[in-house]
Nanobody, 115 residues
Framework: QVQLVESGGGLVQPGGSLRLSCVAS??????MGWYRQAPGNQRELVAD???????NYADSVKGRFTISRDFTKNTIDLQMSNLNPDDTGVYYC???????????WGQGTQVTVSS
């Protein structure tokens, strides 16, 4: 059974920083990543990282966000800096099973950027 535990969301002022963490268990995973969904918008990729350490970032977060992965602990972190109100939304951890290629989603953590 796949379990995802997300942490680190909250309220931050513009220009501030937050760090999100996701701990995954139950499978070996290929790609692990973070998505976000703002009210009225579709869920979108923020950043992901594969088993080779290769990363993808949304253009809007390049240079501000950094995703990292600890293979021994099966965790990913998303360090978010210079946050702005457009970064507000629910952030979801998504992992993909290496064997079945099935996707699994976390329950989401709220990030609010506001003064």
């Amino acid at each position: 059974q796949v379990q995802l535990v997300e942490s680190g969301g909250g309220l931050v002022q513009p220009g501030g920083s937050l760090r999100l963490s996701c701990v995954a268990s139950g499978r070996i995973f290929s790609t692990m990543g973070w998505y976000r969904q703002a009210p009225g918008n579709q869920r979108e990729l923020v950043a992901d990282i594969n088993r080779s350490g290769g990363t993808n970032y949304a253009d809007s977060v390049k240079g501000r966000f950094t995703i990292s992965r600890d293979f021994t602990k099966n965790t990913i972190d998303l360090q978010m800096s210079n946050l702005n109100p457009d970064d507000t939304g629910v952030y979801y951890c998504k992992v993909t099973s290496l064997m079945s290629q099935s996707d699994y989603w976390g329950q989401g953590t709220q990030v609010t950027v506001s003064s």
